[in-house]
């Protein structure tokens, strides 16, 4: 006799769920409208409040939408970005889906293009920006996520002026895994891992309208990059940084978290 498949039945919140998203996928909402109230779609959906909230909250979720609270509350659509790959990435590398190596083969293989491409597609504006970004590495004194901000200040332009917008939302989820990565590990000093200078080779290459030299200089880097970030971490995992001991001690003290 022929095996047929149980046959499942959906929950009534994802019909919601999928119908509302389809809806903002078409544009029928833009960024900013709010939705319809939940009393107003269980009439229109004919189904119970709860699912309707449910569906909501799916949908806040999945970031297609931010609840807001107070007299002109409600679920308002967001604008859909690129964060939601950068979002996905991240969850991926958190649980363990992506490893720091592959993230940095990626890496390797993508920004020497972006850098490349850069350098093709900017202008007198770019460059200027590109040159102040280079020239404000490194502020002294500075806390680990403004070294992170300004060492990574230098990639982000580079892919905004690559002309491909699926490219720099890579990169951005990529560089935000990194961040990911060093706001782990906690390496001493910061520099460290991402040494002044590094970006030199790049930025001159660009602002000199030399592509293959830009994205050599990309790659160069990127290794670079790679290797004290393998050295780092190695010794992160074997040892822990001085930072994240005096925070397991702290925390061991029941002191506030550094
Ligand atoms: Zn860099």
């Given at each position: 006799m022929r095996n047929f498949k149980p046959v499942k039945q959906?929950?009534?919140s994802d019909v919601i769920f999928q119908q509302l998203k389809n809806a903002i996928l078409a544009n029928e909402f833009k960024a900013g409208d709010k939705l319809s109230s939940e009393r107003d779609l269980s009439?229109?959906?004919?189904?119970?409040r709860v699912a309707v909230r449910e569906a909501i909250r799916a949908l806040e979720n999945a970031g297609f939408v931010a609840i807001r609270q107070g007299l002109n509350g409600g679920a308002?659509?967001?604008?859909?970005?690129?964060?939601?790959?950068?979002?996905?990435?991240?969850?991926l590398f958190l649980s363990n889906k992506i490893s720091i190596h592959e993230l940095h083969h990626v890496r390797i293989l993508i920004e020497p293009e972006v850098a490349r491409l850069a350098t093709l597609h900017t202008n007198p504006e770019w460059n200027e920006r590109l040159l102040m970004a280079y020239k404000g590495e490194?502020?002294?004194?500075a806390s680990l996520s403004e070294d992170i901000a300004s060492a990574t200040?230098?990639?982000?332009?580079?892919?905004e002026i690559c002309g491909n917008r699926f490219l720099e939302a890579l990169v951005n989820s990529l560089l935000?895994?990194?961040?990911?990565i060093i706001e782990e590990i906690r390496p001493n000093p910061p520099s460290s891992i991402h040494p002044p200078g590094l970006h030199g080779p790049i930025v001159d290459a660009v602002l000199a309208g030399d592509a293959d030299a830009a994205a050599e200089a990309m790659k160069t880097h990127a290794k670079i990059f790679y290797d004290n970030l393998v050295r780092v971490e190695k010794d992160y995992r074997e040892h822990g940084s001085a930072s994240y001991r005096l925070k397991d001690e702290a925390r061991l003290q029941g002191g506030e978290r550094l």
């Open positions: 959906p929950r009534i009439e229109q959906f004919q189904v119970s308002y659509v967001t604008d859909l970005t690129f964060e939601h790959l950068a979002n996905a990435c991240l969850d490194h502020p002294p004194g200040r230098v990639h982000f332009i580079l892919a935000k895994l990194s961040r990911k």
